[in-house]
Structures are given as C-alpha cells and as structure tokens.
C-alpha cells in the first residue's frame, strides 16, 4: 500500500526549510515523473513537497551574454519564448519536440535534468550551452556544470537536503537540436543529440556536441569534438570526425531500441546536427 504525506511550500525559503526538517522528503513540481515512480512503487513512505507554488523557481531571464532559467519554469514557457528561440535555439527545439502539449504544460526543466534519464532532451542542449545548475540547501549554494552534475541513471550530484533552483547557459545563434523517437506525441529519445559551434571563416574555432540515450547519462562527444576543432567544415571533414563515435557512445538494447541500432543512426544524427547548427542543410557543411 502506499503511503504518502504531503507539504506544500509557497517559497524558496519555505521548501529549503522543509528539506532540511523532513528526512523523507521527495520534491515534486510538475509530477510527470514522480507520479511514474510513484505508480511503478519505486517511491512510497515520503513526503512529497510541493515546489510548483515558489514563484521565485519559475522564470526565463535574459542576463546579456547568458540566459538563466528557474527551475519550475516549464517545458512549455520554453517552447513558447521568443528568447529561447532566438537566442537557444537547441534548447526551443527540445522543448518543442518533448512528449505531447499536456506534459510540456506540467514538465519542468529542473525536474526534467533532476530525474537524470539518459534521455532527457533538454539537458542534451543545455550540455552543449554550457549549462551551470545552481543548487541550493538550507544556508548553503553551490554551482555545478551540468557535465558535472549526472552520476548515472537515476542519479545525481544532489544530496537528500538539496534542489536545483536555476539553471544558466550561454547564449548561441549557431547550435541545434535533433531528436530520433519512435512516434511524434508522447516519444521517450530512441537518441538525440545537440551541437553548438563556433566557426571562424570555414574554420571550427569551438564545437561541442552531446548525445542522449546511447549511454548511462547525457554525455559530451569528445572524440568527435576533438577530431572537427581546427578543421575546415568539410562534408569528408566530418564523415571521418563522427567514427569517433565508437569511443564516445555505448548504447545499450532496450524496449525502443537496439544498442546496434542506436550506433548506426548516432553517425547520421550528428552529421545532420552539425548541419543544422551551422546553418546548412542536410546536403553538406559547405
């Protein structure tokens, strides 16, 4: 049977407080997926606390060189920023490809990187936005890059008495978002992937690129990054670049797909991100 109490929080201050009181504690916000963990029985004896009503965690702020977001913002008020999507615009194309208009109204971004799935699409283009997530605690807060904050499925960097209360990126006018799922309403990443570049001329001056869905956790692709930085963006250029794949990624089978399958489709996403981020249609680089 489960079994539940519930404490509902009106401040940052308020939920902080709460954490530190409470020793079984489980924080919800948009309860996409708590009410799965709840209705799975993998959650069960706690006290769930509220943080929807803190308006302070919700919000998109244009700081100049950087945007932040609260951590209750939603899904759905990406989708719907014209900040986002002009100056984000990876991070606009996973909100607006995520799971079905209901969920993007409830989904929260904090909840989205704090449940840690190796599918989470927004932490894919946060990643390649280098992404800082601040994370607070009764009398205490500290930063962490979000390269940084997953530690496996499921887990994380926050300890019991913590939360994410915002997270902040750089802004980019050539960076992309491209997802592969099994149907458009509702699809969970068979992958994604997010690039963000920096060209000077025909030259890659800074590219990073992440993957979601072919490994335990959302994770930078370092061998390919490596193998395109300095080079001219040259459709052979990056044919040989996304080899390094085989080293970046290491999906595994499971009810959406097969690990084979993911590594054959990675080379192709990426390809056509890079693309994309550089403006350039799917036909080449040049």
Not at 132 to 156: C, P, S, W
Not at 240 to 268: F, M, N
Request: aromatic share 4%; glycine share 6%.
């Amino acid at each position: 049977m489960k079994n539940f109490a519930y404490r509902e929080a009106d401040s940052k201050d308020a939920i902080l407080a709460a954490l530190a009181e409470l020793k079984d504690a489980y924080v919800i916000a948009g309860g996409t997926n708590v009410m799965l963990n709840i209705l799975d029985k993998k959650v069960n004896d706690r006290t769930l606390v509220n943080l929807r009503n803190a308006k302070e965690l919700r919000g998109i702020k244009d700081n100049g060189e950087t945007i932040t977001i609260g951590a209750t913002t939603t899904i759905s008020d990406l989708e719907h920023s014209e900040l986002i999507a002009g100056e984000a615009k990876a991070l606009w194309q996973a909100a607006v490809s995520f799971a079905d208009p209901t969920t993007r109204h409830s989904a929260t971004v904090g909840g989205n990187i704090s449940n840690a799935s190796p599918a989470a699409d927004t932490a894919t283009a946060l990643m390649v936005l280098d992404a800082v997530v601040t994370i607070e605690k009764k009398g205490a807060k500290r930063e962490v890059a979000l390269t940084d904050f997953f530690k496996g499925v499921g887990k994380t960097v926050l300890a019991a008495d913590e939360i994410v209360t915002a997270i902040t990126f750089k802004k980019s006018h050539n960076c992309a978002f491209i997802k592969l799922g099994l149907r458009n309403a509702m699809a969970i990443s068979v992958a994604n992937v997010a690039v963000n570049l920096v060209k000077q001329g025909d030259v890659v001056k800074d590219i990073k690129i992440a993957m979601g869905s072919v490994a335990p956790t959302v994770r930078r692709c370092a061998e390919v990054e490596k193998a395109l930085l300095g080079k001219k963006l040259e459709d052979a250029v990056i044919a040989e670049a996304v080899k390094g794949l085989d080293k970046d990624i290491s999906p595994i089978d499971d009810i959406r797909a097969t690990g084979k399958y993911r590594k054959q489709v990675a080379p192709v996403l990426v390809t056509r991100a890079i693309y994309a981020a550089c403006g350039c249609k799917d036909g080449g680089a040049k």
